[in-house]
């Protein structure tokens, strides 16, 4: 008998919680073949089986958290394949074993499951499609999220055929119908995502245990917009991805955290770790919750180099792709609420950061030039939150104010680098 154990994640990530089974119970497994996904607090990881052999026994269900090294399954790897398909035809599924006789196209898919994305398999385990019959247009086969949604709606009729899969069971117990006093005002109790609950958890102890504190500020965009009119074409056809705002805020943060260090730094026992590098962290929204990625070295790259790959991570986190790596040792944070319509915000630390810089969105305001004269112009509200321990009121006033300027004159962030 073989035991299939939780593996080692990460150093910060001691334990996961099953999200679902990929395998069934004296179904045989082949060494290298996924197992279960594992939800963690920051990415989803499927769990391999590093020996072939039946499947005999599920020591955890889905939903319940585990630790690293924890034993949650056990494989027998005696017999051989053969033998104990047969076996798995006796005790469980006949059928399973004539279908593939009669169609030998199909024999596949009897120990190979679709390539797909955690976050495809989540949906299609929450609306009970069968990932095998959804078709995909990615080069390698590999089923997304979107594929699953367009198969949802091109044959809804036909998601009631794989209800009967195992996968079905965590649904019933994440979003269970609640009994009411009211029978007039129904509720729902759905249960938090593990994700979810370690983005509440983490958000309430950076308020809890920073002096958090938000100064405003506003910048006038129209010399940005300028330029990237003029540009923009010319942008595209050289570097092959689109000139947008993030790359002008990350240049600008950059410049604005060398003149003011205390914002690129972290508190740790009684002392300050000041970083010397600008490792800038680019919250992103996804299904899942909010992530924050980071972008290495932003200092050294160019606009291009920013807007790749700031891309980059924003759609490997949409595929729900991203590596713990990619989410690890951010000095300092750039959220965008403005693509939400949002005019004004106060974020909230990503600890151990203290400092992180909200954008809004941009809308034409009228913006006085002198005592007589005004003009309609791109007006943007921006947002600094900083740990107030370590930065005082003049530096977090003074850093809001250097990428103000920096942004309304944009060719000084070349000087910046």
């Avoid at 095998?132 to 979107?146: F, M, N, Y």
């Avoid at 950061?353 to 969105?361: E, F, T, W």
Wanted: aromatic share 4%; with cysteine.
């Amino acid at each position: 008998m073989i035991e299939i154990k939780v593996p080692e994640l990460a150093e910060s990530i001691t334990e996961g919680t099953i999200a679902q089974w990929l395998k069934e119970v004296g179904e045989h497994i082949n060494q290298g073949e996924y197992i279960a996904e594992l939800e963690t607090d920051k990415v989803n990881i499927e769990i391999v089986a590093e020996h072939s052999g039946v499947i005999k026994e599920f020591k955890r269900e889905p939903g319940d958290t585990v630790e690293v090294g924890e034993v949650i399954a056990v494989i027998d790897e005696s017999g051989s394949a053969a033998g104990e398909t047969k076996a798995e035809a006796v005790q469980e599924e006949p059928k399973k074993e004539t279908v593939p006789a009669k169609e030998e196209a199909s024999a596949p898919s009897s120990t190979d499951r679709p390539l797909a994305s955690p976050a495809a398999r989540k949906l299609a385990r929450e609306k009970g499609i069968d990932l095998s019959a959804v078709s995909t247009g990615d080069p390698l086969g590999r089923v997304r999220k979107q594929d699953v949604q367009s198969h949802g709606t091109q044959a809804q009729t036909a998601q009631s055929a794989p209800a009967p899969s195992a996968p079905a069971a965590p649904k019933k117990s994440s979003a269970a119908p609640v009994a009411s006093d009211d029978p007039a005002k129904p509720v729902e109790r759905v249960k938090m995502t593990r994700r979810r609950q370690t983005i509440a958890k983490r958000l309430v102890e950076s308020q809890q245990t920073a002096a958090m504190l938000t100064t405003f500020n506003e910048v006038d965009m129209t010399a940005v917009m300028d330029v990237r009119n003029r540009r923009k074409d010319a942008f595209v056809d050289k570097n092959g991805v689109k000139l947008g705002f993030m790359s002008f805020f990350t240049k600008a943060v950059v410049g604005a955290l060398k003149e003011f260090p205390l914002l690129n730094a972290e508190i740790q026992g009684d002392e300050l770790l000041i970083k010397k590098y600008y490792d800038i962290g680019c919250a992103v929204s996804t299904d899942e919750g909010l992530v924050v990625p980071v972008l290495r070295d932003a200092d050294r790259l160019s606009f291009a180099g920013i807007e790749k790959g700031i891309g980059e991570l924003g759609k490997k986190a949409r595929d729900n792709k991203l590596s713990i790596a990619d989410l690890q040792g951010g000095t300092f944070t750039i959220t965008n609420g403005g693509v939400f319509g949002s005019l004004m915000s106060t974020p909230i630390l990503n600890a151990p950061q203290v400092g992180i810089l909200g954008m809004h969105k941009i809308q034409w305001r009228p913006v006085a030039l002198d005592k007589e004269r005004f003009e309609n112009r791109p007006m943007m509200y921006i947002a600094l939150s900083y740990d107030h321990r370590i930065v005082d009121g003049k530096e977090a006033v003074g850093f809001l104010v250097k990428v103000k300027e920096l942004l309304e004159d944009p060719e000084s962030l070349l000087l910046e680098g």
